[in-house]
């Protein structure tokens, strides 16, 4: 129904004709799978197509699109606190949704015996998707009001550290340095700088999985070596996908094609070789975007990726307007979720990622 009102968007026709043939090269290279190459390529084709005809049929309301989206953070992140409270008083049926869906089990750990994931799969899951919203509660708390109310800031932002993700804690250094940029170079060095060294240096020394998750990347990426049982298990996987994708580039500068990256780790990968659970998790979406765009679509995806963050949300243009302060919170709260996606999360449309891009 949406193809006949508004037709096939050209630019979306080139850019799935190349990304169909050149996968289609790769496969009968040996490169990949027909089975990964159509479950990746028809995903990003519907999922993106699909979201580009909610935007024209929204007839281009940014605004009010991104209003739903918050609406949605305040509901998941209240799911949460009720998850947190279930869990401090034992009614098992209201933390533990897995009677619902299997995959929205407990998540044990951070410093109250659960990590909040609230209907996610994972508190990583959760905290990226309300990363946006976050942005929003920290503006509306340090800045001024704008859609959340100063309770409904505290609810999403409380649901949000309850997670106890250590990119979702990164996320928050993100969206600082953010607002410090906004406020003036000269301002955020006197006040900025200071408020995220302060944020990191407390986020470190009072939450083991922030400081865990560090002190693991540090070491495996300082040493090249691991340890089982003593370095972090994400710290693991990040760096094996990095392995990973570095020489699945450099053998292939353009990419292996959509969906081929768990062809590339069963040829590199070291952690798979070892024999406990867990060690090969992430050998479908690499762990990062970014790893994934490097491995799956080579120097073409890597320089899409720049080009999206540096002509939307860096350059401004020497003829640009003024525009209302909304379209900046709209575009902060945006760039944070796009660059936790290409920092930590592979995959390509997972909880609605094309409506944020």
């Known amino acids: 129904m949406f193809i006949f009102r508004h037709s096939f968007p050209r630019t979306f026709v080139y850019a799935f004709v190349f990304l169909f043939f050149y996968g289609w090269f790769q496969v009968i290279s040996g490169n990949n799978t027909w089975a990964y190459f159509l479950k990746i390529f028809l995903g990003v084709s519907l999922s993106y197509l699909f979201y580009y005809y909610v935007i024209l049929e929204a007839n281009y309301d940014v605004q009010r699109l991104f209003e739903l989206y918050l609406k949605g953070v305040y509901i998941v992140s209240i799911i949460g606190l009720i998850q947190f409270v279930s869990f401090k008083l034992n009614f098992g049926l209201g933390y533990d949704y897995s009677f619902i869906l299997n995959k929205w089990g407990v998540i044990k750990g951070g410093s109250f015996g659960i990590r909040l994931n609230s209907i996610f799969m994972e508190p990583t899951h959760f905290a990226t998707f309300c990363s946006s919203g976050v942005f929003v509660a920290i503006y509306t708390l340090l800045v001024k009001p704008f859609y959340y109310s100063r309770k409904q800031c505290f609810v999403v932002i409380v649901a949000y550290f309850l997670s106890f993700s250590g990119m979702g804690y990164w996320g928050i250094i993100i969206m600082l340095f953010l607002l410090a940029i906004n406020f003036g170079f000269v301002k955020s060095a006197v006040f900025g700088v200071p408020f995220i060294l302060v944020t990191y240096i407390y986020l470190y020394n009072n939450v083991y999985e922030f400081r865990d998750r560090i002190d693991g990347l540090t070491e495996v990426y300082e040493t090249n070596e691991y340890q089982i049982g003593r370095t972090h298990g994400s710290a693991i996987n990040l760096y094996d996908n990095y392995n990973v994708a570095k020489r699945n580039f450099s053998e292939h500068w353009l990419g292996t094609g959509l969906g081929s990256h768990p062809v590339a780790f069963d040829k590199y990968s070291m952690a ?57 919170i709209i575009s902060g709260a945006l760039l944070v979720m796009i660059l936790l996606n290409l920092l930590r999360q592979g995959h390509y449309f997972l909880f609605g990622f094309p409506f944020f891009v």
């Open 272 to 328: 798979k070789k070892i024999k406990i659970g867990g060690f090969a998790n992430n050998a479908k979406d690499a762990n990062s975007m970014f790893l994934r765009l490097m491995s799956e679509t080579g120097i073409v995806g890597i320089a899409a990726a720049l080009f999206l963050i540096i002509n939307f949300f860096v350059i401004r243009r020497p003829n640009a307007v003024e525009i209302d302060e909304s379209y900046w």
